[in-house]
């Protein structure tokens, strides 16, 4: 058998002799454009032959390259198609989040589950929508709703409803310092879409509160949040989506009052999901990092 000439300067030649270009040859194996300059000349050198035309804009293929390009480029699209037909097919677990959920509690935590299921593969929708699992390729949904679900659903409760007023540690200090539920008149009530901050003042007051604060609405509460982190106003959020930034002193809760409603954080999926295994793998996950509060830095 003929000795073969090196494995990296056959792969030089393959990538340059189809984008005619040092440059892009370069970019797509991964290594400077000097270096497929010099790995296809050392090619040329040991074949003793000369495989391109260097012309003022790129490269052209001589005959004999042409001919030699051709099963050389055959031969790493065979090796690339073995390589893939013996190695497992990665999983990929589709997940439907709403936008807050997954920037304020998920994305933080995520690099925990990756880590502990290096087989798997997290792809994450983000909608405010409950997705369609049969249509939309959904394996698993963490929502913001009421009870009951559809008879087809399995849902676990991961957060029960317990919203807390939250603002910038600017608005304790000032002329108008926040210490009681009375001082937000003086101040801006950030409202998110479930427009939650009636109940609440309703709650507070009984009702006998007569003069209005000003408002800003914001579509999803992550602006909200967002928005009393810039110390624009007091948002009414979710505790568990503010936990780490109280806790990082960036807000703060000027008073204890709660608002407790039957809108949860539930885990939502198909009662026969496509990938079960997978679907349970996440539901525990998600499960155990509920109680266990804030991520591990």
């Known amino acids: 058998m003929a000795r073969l000439p090196p494995l990296n300067a056959l792969r030089a030649f393959e990538a340059a002799g189809r984008h005619l270009n040092f440059r892009l ?65 990665q999983a990929v677990l589709t997940m439907s989040l709403t936008p807050s959920f997954a920037t304020k509690w998920f994305l933080p935590r995520l690099g ?80 998110d879409a479930h427009g939650l901050w009636t109940l609440y003042l309703d709650q507070v007051f009984q009702g006998k509160r007569n003069t209005k604060s000003r408002s800003m609405n914001f579509s999803q509460t992550s602006l909200v949040v967002d928005a009393a982190l810039a110390g624009h106003g007091v948002a009414l959020v979710s505790d568990f989506l503010i936990e780490e930034d109280v806790s990082a002193g960036r807000l703060c809760i000027p008073f204890n009052e709660t608002l407790e409603t039957d809108l949860g954080f539930f885990i939502v999926a198909p009662r026969q999901p496509r990938n079960p295994e997978y679907v349970n793998r996440m539901r525990k996950w998600l499960l155990e990092q509920g109680r266990a509060g804030k991520p591990d830095s």
């Open 112 to 191: 925990l589950f990756t880590r502990g299921n290096p087989d798997l593969d997290v792809k994450i929708v983000a909608s405010q929508e409950l997705a369609n699992f049969q249509s939309d390729g959904i394996d698993i949904a963490v929502r913001q709703a009421r009870t009951p679900f559809g008879p087809g659903l399995s849902t676990d409760l991961l957060f029960p409803s317990r919203f807390q007023a939250v603002c910038s540690p600017s608005l304790m200090t000032g002329e108008h310092p926040l210490r009681t539920p009375d001082d937000l008149r003086h101040h801006v009530l950030l409202h």
């Open 25 to 89: 040859a370069s970019e797509e194996i991964g290594v400077t454009q000097g270096a497929v300059a010099q790995h296809v000349r050392a090619l040329e050198a040991t074949l003793n032959v000369k495989l391109f035309e260097r012309l003022p804009r790129g490269l052209a293929l001589t005959e004999v390259g042409r001919k030699f390009h051709a099963p050389i480029r055959r031969s790493f699209q065979m090796m690339s198609e073995a390589t893939k037909e013996i190695q497992p097919e």
